[in-house]
């Protein structure tokens, strides 16, 4: 009876361990997914406010709520496709893992199949980033800080120093 179970489970362990590596990927790919989902919410948050400003402003604070309307606009284009390309990585990832497991318990020879699964993977994580670098960039151009708040006040005078012996 344990030559009968032997070589299958010694060989589903083999798979199981193979599949745990690309599982450590699909963690890493739903942290991510959790940052871009977080970020995607602060946009609409900031969309909302900005949409309840703008029938209220005049002149050049009504310019900068459409030019910020502007660029939220294509942060949000920006943060869903990122979110995309994220979530087809974890496809491919998933996908990998069951051919990982297909293959090893048939015998089949098509090892590339499993390395063209993961590199398909990291290429679509790397779109994924590629994406988010852009989000942050646009979200830093879209920050304004009013002129006022870059002046700095005129120097005071600075205090004498009291001469005294040390100690």
């Given at each position: 009876m344990d030559g009968e179970f032997g070589p299958d489970l010694v060989a589903v362990i083999s798979v199981l361990q193979t599949a745990l590596t690309p599982a450590f990927?699909?963690?890493?790919?739903?942290s991510l997914l959790n940052v871009l989902t977080g970020r995607l919410a602060r946009i609409i948050d900031?969309?909302?406010?900005?949409q309840r400003q703008y029938p209220n402003t005049e002149?050049?604070?009504?310019?900068?709520v459409v030019f910020e309307l502007r660029i939220i606009e294509k942060r949000m284009r920006v943060v869903?496709?990122?979110?995309?390309?994220?979530?087809?990585?974890?496809?491919?990832?998933?996908?990998?893992?069951?051919?990982?497991?297909?293959?090893?318990?048939?015998?089949?020879?098509a090892a590339w199949v499993a390395v063209a699964l993961f590199m398909l993977a990291l290429a679509l994580?790397?779109?994924?980033?590629?994406?988010?670098?852009?989000e942050i960039r646009l979200a830093t151009y879209a920050i304004?800080?009013?002129?006022?708040?870059?002046?700095?006040?005129?120097?005071?005078?600075?205090?004498?120093?009291?001469?005294?012996?040390?100690?």
């Open positions: 990927l699909l963690v890493a790919v739903g900031r969309s909302r406010d900005l002149g050049a604070a009504h310019e900068r869903g496709a990122s979110i995309l390309f994220a979530v087809l990585s974890a496809i491919s990832v998933c996908i990998m893992i069951v051919a990982l497991f297909v293959l090893g318990l048939t015998n089949a020879s994580l790397s779109a994924c980033l590629f994406q988010f670098v852009r304004y800080v009013p002129e006022e708040y870059l002046e700095l006040p005129p120097p005071s005078k600075p205090m004498e120093r009291k001469r005294g012996k040390r100690t």
